[in-house]
């Protein structure tokens, strides 16, 4: 059984930092992709970022480019995701997820075949 578990998030000051982990267990993606989601209140969940698992291939939201990092360890078979110079509007329940086949398509949530239960990040002003 596949297991996503998200970790690293909290409360953090507008311009500050937090790396959020995901481990992943029950299998491996050789041939997939690993990507972060978000959702805040009373909104949709919308894409962050994504890493190829194999060629470490990444992906971003154009609102965190520049500001967040994903990557990933393939010993640990865990992903990254670094977060700086936060923003009052990052704060949601972000989310690992798991593509087991990479494409194109890493931004949308129905490529996804494993997700995670989300871990709270808020941002204050």
């Known amino acids: 059984q596949v297991q996503l578990v998200e970790s690293g998030g909290g409360l953090v000051q507008a311009g500050g930092s937090l790396r959020l982990s995901c481990a992943a267990s029950?299998?491996?993606?050789?041939?997939?992709?690993m990507g972060w989601f978000r959702q805040a209140p009373g909104k949709d969940r919308e894409f962050v970022a994504a890493i190829s698992w194999s060629g470490g291939n990444t992906y971003y939201a154009d609102s965190v480019k520049g500001r967040f990092t994903i990557s990933r360890d393939i010993a640990k078979n865990a992903v990254y995701l670094q977060m700086n110079s936060l923003k009052p509007e990052d704060t949601a329940v972000y989310y690992c997820a798991a593509d087991r086949n990479y494409n194109r398509y890493v931004g949308r949530t129905y490529e996804y075949d494993y997700w995670g239960q989300g871990t709270q990040v808020t941002v204050s002003s």
């Open positions: 029950g299998r491996t993606f050789s041939g997939g992709a």
